[in-house]
DNA sequence: AATACTTTCTAACTGTCTGTATGTATCCCC
DNA sequence: GGGGATACATACAGACAGTTAGAAAGTATT
């Protein structure tokens, strides 16, 4: 495909992009100060500001700065002014949320899924966004979009979701049927990309060049954001750690629809080594089922089968880490997913047992948003994809 | 660091990128054609080609296209106006080459290393350059630079070679020695980006959006190219994937200079392990010494130790293969380095043992440039360093 | 308190670049 | 040789960022 070329329509969206994100992540500012840092002309920053005041995207404060001279009048984003919806559709479970752009929580539900097929999914889907349309907020909010996360293969472009096994979706052109039903912007992505993009935009990566966020939930997948773009591969598959391989041994099978690392690390993972090992043992998994939660629960209580499996799922983490460590050297690492509540147990370990296996260390965080992230980014999904977002880069 | 904004001549630089990016894949064109491929109008193609010509970088062609109208005048890269200057400092050699920007080599020189220290090896580098810019070439080709690739950390922006141990080099400003001495542009970068970048301008992965290279030598790395620029990482440390780790196993040692996975994939690792079975075998390595081609050339005649240690490497090399695969899933993977001489012996079963295993399977394929990728890539990088090469990315 | 100084903000103008519109050149086909 | 088609060329208009100079609104100084 061929890149892109330059008018001055493209030129005023890149310099409106990187002068509404310099006052989003530095909100209050003056416009003599936008002026200075990204070493612009003031004109150019006041016909800027103009426009995106105009938008209500900015507003200027009541508040002033001395500086010896005349003082500066600060400007704000103003995330307020607008709301968008993001649906996280998980394997097990759907959340939603209607949010500013400030990233501010106006409402939330969180739906169970029943087993049913792709209607029903849809369906379901509908309603949640009808039901979080009508929540209660500011009178003058407007809606900017939505913003939905699949689990499978996307094409973010097109807003199809190519094949989501769990939602039995199929090429499913869930953009085009969104946007014709609500009359608003839609926007679909991975709900994994999803996930990095919200701990990138509101959570433990925020203000982060490179991000890679590590979703441990049913599965195992890696959210990448590069240059604060998330990056999905030439085949729409970065990311699918799930299928790493912890050793040679594991290459000789076939791994249909679950990854050798995610049939040891994920939640489904844990809950499976835990069970064979208590029937070894000759003991009943305590309670007939047992999920991942219970084991760390249990090793919490340091019961001695819970901190081998613990002990195991630190081991197949580190590699995991160790391997996004040495081959993207991201800034940051953000552990995220269900299995994330017990970072606490993780986090330190993992870096442990990484010290002087890896190159340079990474920064490994625990996801600060939880279960929320990929909701919230679907929030951010939509603030970039409703506006031209676009930089320069310099090749070299 | 903030992003980079726009003016007038910035937007000429992209758009300057963009035509002469198309016409050196895609000569001989038309400005006709050019503006209908890129969805510009006519008056800025011409005038940016002739920019373009009047710097010697685009000739017209005699040849005309007939089109029912008007024929066309075929435009062409005209690389041979400029040489440039490439070095790859290997662990254990020192390969140069001067070329044209169309990749022509005009003139190679290969200097095994005498094991010296900091002072010798940058002597005999700049001896090396010395000898190639007083090789006999066409009379009016100017030289557009030096590009030089280092085995080891390299602070590529600044010019600098922040760490080679085999070099003796610590914090070295190579560029600013060099470009002082010989008075041309100089770029730096480490020797596995640059046979990436190598393999993606002249090479295997010519025209391809995402590469990596995995070149397999002394140690193992890759080098990353994304959306056409080489990735580094936050640190300077991607795509050290010689620090994989093969197994959970691999994870309570140390690893300080070598890691796990080169240890045992490597050159030096399959030498390793070659003679370690042998001893165990009580047979003594064939010649005393041993390397990784004997080892090849001995499974070619099918003996049955060194086909179990190419088994082994396969293996090994699958798990590097695979891991890039999911995690970055690039458009194409090239083969490197010295064990790629061997690569009849290695893709093909690499690829079988991945059916199933990953969940896209990458286009694999062996290195065409050989150990000339390097400097090939020395050569684009002097191409693309030299001029304002920037492009603009949609983010999202 | 009046003045000088400093900094922010505003307005008019200039320069650069791309696009549109129109004109010209050069072929093929009849 | 004329009509049609396509490629190339030129003149002008539009959009946008930068420059320059000046007004506004404070603080520091005398």
């Keep these: 495909m061929d890149k892109r070329t330059v008018t001055a329509g493209l030129m005023r969206s890149i310099n ?13 500012i003056s416009r003599s100060q ?20 105009q938008e209500d995207l900015v507003k200027p404060l009541d508040c002033v700065e001395a500086t010896g001279g005349r003082p500066r009048h600060m400007m704000a984003f103003n995330g307020g002014a607008y709301a968008a919806i993001g649906v996280d ?6 959340v939603g949320a209607i949010a500013d752009l400030d990233g501010k929580l106006l409402h939330e539900t969180y739906v169970p899924w029943k087993d049913g097929g792709s209607e029903d999914a849809l369906a379901e889907l509908c309603q949640l966004i009808e039901n979080l349309m009508a929540a209660p907020r500011p009178a003058d909010q407007k809606i900017k979009g939505i913003g939905v996360g699949a689990p499978g293969v996307t094409f973010s472009r097109e807003g199809i979701v190519s094949w989501a096994p769990s939602l039995g979706w199929c090429n499913l052109p869930l953009k085009a ?3 014709e ?6 926007m679909v992505d991975n709900d994994v990309n999803l996930s990095a993009l919200g701990e990138y935009g509101f959570g433990s990566g925020r203000g982060c060049e490179s991000l890679v966020c590590i979703a441990v939930g049913t599965g195992i997948g890696a959210g990448i954001i590069l240059g604060g773009s998330p990056y999905r591969g030439y085949r729409h598959s970065a990311g699918e750690i799930g299928y790493l391989l912890p050793g040679v041994k594991y290459l000789g099978r076939r791994y249909d629809g679950f990854g050798a690392l995610e049939s040891l690390a994920s939640g489904t993972g844990i809950a499976d080594r835990a069970r064979q090992l208590l029937e070894q043992g000759g003991c009943l998994p305590p309670t007939g089922v047992l999920d991942a939660q219970q084991v760390f629960a249990a090793a919490r209580r340091d019961e001695c089968w819970a901190r081998q499996v613990v002990d195991e ?10 391997t996004v460590s040495a081959l993207l050297d991201p ?3 953000v552990l995220g997913g269900g299995v994330a509540r017990s970072a606490d147990l993780l986090v330190e370990p993992i870096l442990a047992r990484l010290d002087g296996v890896v190159p340079s260390p990474p920064r490994l965080v625990a996801s600060s948003l939880g279960r929320r992230a990929a909701v919230m980014g679907a929030i951010m999904l939509v603030m970039y994809g409703t506006t031209e977002h676009v ?3 310099q090749l070299i």
Tied chains: 1, 2.
């Design 16 to 28: 409106r992009t990187i002068i509404l994100d310099l006052i989003r992540t530095s909100s209050p």
């Design 34 to 53: 936008i002026a200075c840092r990204l070493g612009i002309s003031m004109p150019t920053v006041m016909r800027i500001v103009d426009l995106l005041t």
């Design 89 to 94: 559709l998980g394997g097990s479970k759907m």
């Design 177 to 179: 049927i969104l946007s």
């Design 181 to 186: 039903r609500f009359d608003v912007p839609v």
């Design 313 to 322: 799922t630190i081991d197949y983490l580190s590699l995991a880490v160790a």
């Design 331 to 333: 800034e940051i690492i």
């Design 391 to 393: 930089v320069v880069n």
